[in-house]
């Protein structure tokens, strides 16, 4: 299993930013898939996770409205659409494949990428 991520970077706050994960190593379209996130200094936090087709997707209460978690199973690819960007999102996000396929955990998670940085700082 290889998850990459990419698309982070620097943005001001109120920007937006797209992360992208590449998933290699198994049947993508058979598993849910999440976001998380770790600020330096603080434990990695769920941001959010959808289920195998896309029609279930949760949030972490500080990014819901902001953030737009979504897949496309043809490319084997996890996104996270970024809106309204906060000082408090900078942190390492990293994809995550789920033990799951119809139900969104915030934990049950077995596989991890290496991480992309966002920054969000004037």
């Known amino acids: 299993v290889q998850l990459v991520e990419s698309g982070g970077g620097l943005a001001q706050p109120g920007g937006s930013l797209r992360l992208s994960c590449a998933a290699s190593?198994?049947?993508?379209?058979?598993?849910?898939m999440g976001w998380f996130r770790q600020a330096p200094g603080k434990e990695r936090e769920f941001v959010a996770g959808?289920?195998?087709?896309?029609?279930?997707?949760d949030y972490h209460y500080s990014v819901k409205g902001r953030f737009t978690i979504s897949r496309d199973n043809a490319k084997n690819t996890l996104y996270l659409q970024m809106t309204n960007l906060k000082p408090e999102d900078t942190a390492l996000y990293y994809c995550a494949k789920s033990l799951y396929k119809s139900v969104v955990a915030r934990t049950a998670y077995d596989y991890w990428g290496q991480g992309t940085q966002v920054t969000v700082s004037s």
């Open positions: 959808i289920t195998i087709g896309g029609s279930t997707t």
């Open positions: 190593g198994f049947t993508f379209s058979t598993y849910g």
